[in-house]
């Protein structure tokens, strides 16, 4: 009688596991992977920042020079640890909710290898000055095209699990990724064909309009949906609650669909392109407050009530301060916005600090969360150190606010202050600029600190070098023992497994 | 909500904008028309031609490549978005010399010849849209000031005149090393567009620095990006037409006497 009431549930777990497992190696290369170009990343940021303080700082040699370093920089935080997080997230995320095991793993996986190849080239080019200088698009047109390429045979197998998935109810997340695995390559070909490929055929103008409104699609089409979709995954699954309104989720999923495209042009207010462009930009960069509220409110009410699951579990701590990451990304980007601001935000650091919030403060949080989530599902193992993880968490918060609140907001509109008048010369820009520069240099090493302790821990994880225990690792330790029950160990489920079989 | 559903209503809402904001605009940008001259408010007829010198192209690609971009932007805009105009050098001058008030906003023509318009993304380091107009400015400046010393005429000063090409390869290979009052400069020293040569004879003219009987001479990427920045010149007469605030501009201010004070110079030419 137990066995057959049992039976579904069991049947079920053993499917999940058998997703998990055949997900294994694409989705551990791809966070790995992903946390190690994040740690390069911020090392390429901290000499660009420090050059912003410090002028001679390596400058024996052209190979480091601001702008090089920058292109590098935001290159790599894009392409090497976003799309990489983004990419096994969706991964995962769509076989376990469509619940389909994964047939093309090794695909995926020398998709994963090529994809890292071309960005190392790419990137060694970018700092030789040989790049293609486009924002955002600043690899040469030929690594553009492989990682265009390398989509295709990553991205397509989830589409095909989703549409042979099991089970009638398609889940809120399994619309968010769907929508990124549309939007990315449409974003991405708009980038390549308008800016790389007929570069010098299109108007010189509409060139870097058509830049400016690619950075902004794939921030808001592509890192936005994605880190959605894992926060409406995780906080759920965390908290044993379901997610707080449907309709609501339903709703923030449209607002975005409707408003996020046209957000971009914006930063080419004043400049000759039709004017009508970066007003409606601007316009719709301010209403990207309602999905922003409606998703933030969303989680954080399914949160709400969990202070114990926020205690205790990395995923959902994350996962909530990905959520009000999210926020902040979408209340800077609309005051920077604002036509009668714009005129002080337009060139001031402001823009760069505003994508830095975006993709540390709010997508990488929530992908946090979801690695937490994930890693000890796919490599059958425990996190190994709790302090890690506590100072993973702290280290970013800590760097996330250094650079959103101090070098953002508060650096970014006194630039803005003095760039705007006429009688000031830009020496004294630079020297109103110096300490927030600073800022930005110690938010930089807070996060490369804690990503570096990230990416070993992962690779520990990886190799399976976790801990044998059905106890998740949790932040807090329980005052009357583990609210898990007594430790058990993982080789119980093999035995369940065999007796499933043998029934 | 059905897959057929989503699907349609995410092929509108992306498509719909896509095409206004990006294919549209793209397609009908890449073949503008010509300005013509309004003989009532132009006094004169024809067609605007814009002058474009240098080696635009391909200058403006190295300067995109070098990431310059990051702390220069190369946009006067019109006074509803900020204050360009008024700073003095950057859309032009209040009150050329030669010319009279030169300023004036950027318009759709100032980047042709180039492949994309390298606007900029901050002002970490000056404008410099009219980057050539003020080294101009800052070699008549200069040279007026040397004659008076040695109590020559202009012309009589012969290789002693001020090199506005060597100013900017300088300022290109060390810019807190040659370039006075720019030692709080946080522009990043660029040798990877100069080449070691051994000095023969007299040695290279363009020569920025010398050492051990060796000296550095610009290479091809170096002087290109030069000729691009030297040729960065958007200011001065443009069809009314193309005017933003035409009841300001309608009626430039004179050009000043000759023998009147000349004005002040561009910031990083101080």
Redo the contacts between chains.
């Keep these: 009688m137990s066995t057959e009431v049992n039976s579904p549930f069991l049947e079920d777990t053993k499917l999940r596991a058998d997703v998990d497992r055949s997900l294994r190696h694409p989705v551990m290369f791809f966070f790995t992977s992903g946390a190690a170009w994040l740690a390069v990343s911020l090392v390429l940021g901290i000499i660009t920042s420090i ?3 410090a ?2 700082f390596l ?1 024996c ?2 190979f480091f ?4 370093t ?2 590098a920089h935001m290159s790599t935080l894009i392409y090497g640890w976003g799309a990489q997080a983004a990419f096994g997230v969706i991964i995962w995320l769509m076989a376990r909710l469509s619940r389909q095991e994964s047939k093309r793993s090794g695909i995926i996986l020398v998709a994963g290898h090529i994809w890292n190849a071309a960005m190392t080239y790419g990137v060694i080019k970018i700092l030789m ?7 955002w698009l600043y690899f040469p047109t030929e690594v553009t095209a492989v990682l265009i390429g390398l989509y295709f045979f990553i991205g397509t197998w989830s589409v095909i699990a989703f549409r042979v998935r099991r089970g009638g109810h ?1 889940y809120i997340s399994q ?1 968010y990724i ?2 990124s695995l ?2 990315f390559p ?1 974003v991405l070909l ?1 980038g390549f064909l ?2 790389q490929i007929y ?13 400016a ?1 690619f950075r902004s699609a794939l921030l808001l ?1 592509f890192f936005t949906p994605v880190a959605i979709a894992s926060a409406y995954y995780i906080a759920p699954k965390v908290t044993g609650r379901p997610v707080y309104s449907y309709n609501l989720a ?1 709703f923030g999923f ?1 607002a975005l ?2 408003v996020g ?2 957000v ?2 914006q930063r ?7 004017s009508f ?1 970066p007003y ?2 601007a316009g719709a960069a301010i209403l990207l407050l309602i999905p922003a509220i409606a998703v933030a409110i969303n989680i954080l009410r399914t949160a709400k009530g969990s202070s114990s699951a926020m205690a205790h579990s990395p995923s959902l701590r994350f996962t909530v301060a990905g959520a009000v990451g999210l926020l902040l990304m979408a209340g800077i980007g609309a005051l920077i916005s604002l036509p009668s601001v ?2 002080y935000t ?4 402001v ?2 600090g505003y994508e830095l919030t975006a993709i540390l403060g709010f997508f990488s949080m929530c992908m946090y969360g979801a690695i937490y989530f994930i890693v000890p599902r796919v490599t059958n193992r425990e996190w190994i150190s709790v302090g890690l993880i506590r100072q993973h968490f702290w280290l970013s918060i800590y760097g996330v606010l250094a650079i959103a609140l101090i070098y953002t907001i508060t650096g970014g509109f006194m ?1 803005g202050d003095i ?5 000031e ?3 004294t ?3 109103r ?1 110096y300490p927030y520069a600073i800022s930005l240099t110690t938010g930089f090493i807070f996060l490369l600190i804690s990503t570096f302790f990230f990416c070993v821990h992962l690779l520990l994880m990886w190799l399976r070098l976790g801990r044998r225990s059905s106890h998740p690792t949790l932040l807090v330790r329980h005052p009357h023992g583990s609210p898990h029950g007594p430790e058990g160990d993982l080789d119980k489920l093999a035995e369940l497994d065999s007796n499933l079989s043998a029934n | 909500m059905t897959v057929k559903t989503f699907f349609y209503g995410l092929s509108a809402s992306f498509a719909i904008p896509w095409l206004i904001m990006v294919a549209i605009p793209y397609g009908s940008m890449s073949s503008m028309p010509n300005v013509e001259y309004d003989e009532n408010k132009d006094e004169k007829t024809g067609t605007f031609q814009p002058l474009h010198s240098g080696r635009l192209g391909i200058g403006s690609m190295i300067y995109a490549q070098e990431g310059c971009t990051m702390c220069h932007s190369q946009l006067t805009r019109p006074t509803y978005a900020g204050n360009d105009v008024f700073r003095d050098g950057q859309g032009g001058f209040k009150a050329d010399p030669e010319r009279g008030d030169t300023r004036r906003i950027t318009n759709y023509m100032d980047f042709d010849g180039e492949d994309m318009a390298n606007i900029g993304e901050t002002r970490i380091g000056p404008d410099l849209g009219n980057f050539g107009s003020r080294v101009s400015s800052k070699t008549v400046e200069e040279n007026a000031v040397l004659a008076k010393e040695l109590g020559v005429d202009v012309s009589e000063l012969g290789d002693n005149a001020f090199n506005g090409e060597l100013y900017v390869y300088q300022h290109l290979f060390d810019p807190r090393k040659f370039i006075v009052n720019a030692k709080k400069s946080n522009c990043p020293k660029n040798p990877r567009f100069f080449e070691k040569k051994k000095i023969y004879g007299q040695g290279a003219v363009d020569a920025v620095f010398e050492k051990d009987g060796y000296q550095y001479v610009p290479n091809d990427r170096g002087r290109a990006i030069a000729s691009y920045l030297l040729n960065l010149k958007r200011d001065g007469d443009v069809p009314v037409s193309m005017i933003y605030n035409k009841a300001k501009l309608l009626k430039p201010a004179p050009a000043p006497k000759k023998e009147e004070k000349p004005k002040e110079g561009a910031e990083e030419a101080k």
């Excluded at chain 1, 000055?129 to 924002?135: C, F, H, M, Q, R």
């Excluded at chain 1, 570069?199 to 830049?211: D, F, K, R, V, Y």
């Excluded at chain 1, 080419?268 to 039709?274: D, E, K, N, S």
Aim: with cysteine.
């Design positions: 050059k912003t303080h002028p001679g400058d040699t052209s020079n601001t702008g090089l920058m292109q000055g040989e790049g293609s200088g486009i924002a398609i619309w769907l929508a549309f939007w449409w708009t308008f800016c570069l010098g055929e299109g108007h010189p103008m509409m060139i870097t309009a058509t830049s409104w089409l339903i449209w669909a409707i495209p046209w971009g042009m080419l207010m004043g400049a000759p392109i039709p462009m409606l930009s714009m005129k337009q060139f001031s650091t823009q760069y630039h760039i705007e008048r006429p009688g010369v830009a020496a820009a630079y020297s600029l």
